[in-house]
């Protein structure tokens, strides 16, 4: 966590590349299982899998408080000893892996520890039933909640006080448990202030009842300071992406164009911070 005067220098920028290398060579004989080839890898470029094995990544928490969808809310969290503001909404994460950074929408899923500030190493990309780390170890009722959660109400373009509502529900779930199965005292669980709104989390939370939905893709980030939630799909970068993914539709075209000839082939080689 930092203060909130802290936040409003904090600046990131993080690219999202898809690189597409094809070569030739492949015989006509192959033109099937080229086909199937492609159209998997393509769907694999426009959404991260969310891989079984910890991932080791760099996290940097560059959330712009001041305009990411988000409210201040008075809570009350004993076990980091601290009572007071806290910012509740959607977090801007940049990972890097490899030297790449992505961009992801995010929320905190560990109200027992503080963001770290800057880039921090240590990291691991890992299922959401994986994080966050102790004293607050998910199981998979608890982390299927929380994408059901997600998968009805969260948007990039939620208001501030739906985004809140979302952050409070998150968190009541993974104190929550960590109190029912993980052996925290109830005296160190989360909570809001008396008087405080939780813009809707309680109904958010009475509505997974009834809610018979898809639930989201989601992927843990967790690692020294704060543990994260994020949807594996990146944030949009503005418009490159999709310019090399028209690029890439074309060149599928063309692939097929020139299997069906038997010509040369180508083929696809919360961030939790004080007030």
Same mark, same amino acid.
Request: hydrophobic letters at 40%; one cysteine or more; a negative charge.
């Given at each position: 966590? /930092?203060?909130?005067?802290?936040? @409003?220098? %904090?600046?990131?920028? &993080?690219? !999202?590349?898809? +690189?597409?290398?094809? =070569? ?26 969310v891989n079984?094995?910890?991932?080791p ?16 809310v008075?809570a ?10 806290v910012?509740?909404g ?25 963001s ?8 691991? /990309?890992?299922?959401?039933?994986? @994080?966050? %780390?102790?004293?607050? &170890?998910l !199981?998979?009722? +608890?982390?299927t909640? =929380? ?30 448990n960590a109190?029912a ?22 109904q ?24 994260y ?7 949009p ?24 000839? !038997? ?13």
């Open positions: 966590m /930092e203060d909130l005067k802290e936040h @409003a220098r %904090k600046k990131g920028r &993080a690219r !999202n590349q898809l +690189t597409i290398s094809m =070569i030739l060579g492949q015989k006509p004989s192959v033109k099937q299982t080229l086909a199937t080839f492609i159209g998997c890898t393509l769907t694999a470029a426009l959404a991260a899998n079984a094995d910890p991932i990544v760099t996290v940097n928490d560059v959330t712009d408080w001041g305009t990411t969808p988000n409210e201040v008075n009350n969290l004993p076990y980091l000893g601290y009572t007071g503001g910012y509740a959607i977090n801007t994460l940049s990972v890097t892996l490899n030297g790449t950074s992505t961009t992801y929408s995010g929320f905190c899923i560990d109200p027992f520890h503080w770290a500030s800057g880039p921090t190493s240590g990291y691991s /990309e890992v299922p959401l039933v994986d @994080a966050p %780390k102790s004293p607050a &170890a !199981n998979a009722a +608890t982390a909640d =929380i994408e059901d959660l997600w998968a009805k109400y969260y948007s990039p373009t939620m208001s501030s006080s739906s985004a809140a509502g979302l952050q409070i529900a998150i968190w009541e779930l993974v104190s929550s109190v199965n993980d052996g925290l005292s109830a005296s160190k669980a989360f909570s809001l202030a008396t008087g405080q709104s939780d813009y809707g989390a309680s958010d939370l009475a509505s997974l009842a009834t809610y018979t939905g898809p639930a989201a893709n989601l992927m843990g980030l967790t690692g020294p300071g704060q543990d939630v994020v949807d594996p799909q990146p944030v970068d503005g418009g490159g992406t999709f310019i090399l993914l028209a690029l890439t539709l074309s060149a599928l075209v063309y692939v097929r164009i020139a299997m069906d000839k !038997n010509a040369p082939q180508l083929q696809k080689a919360s961030a939790f911070r004080r007030k």
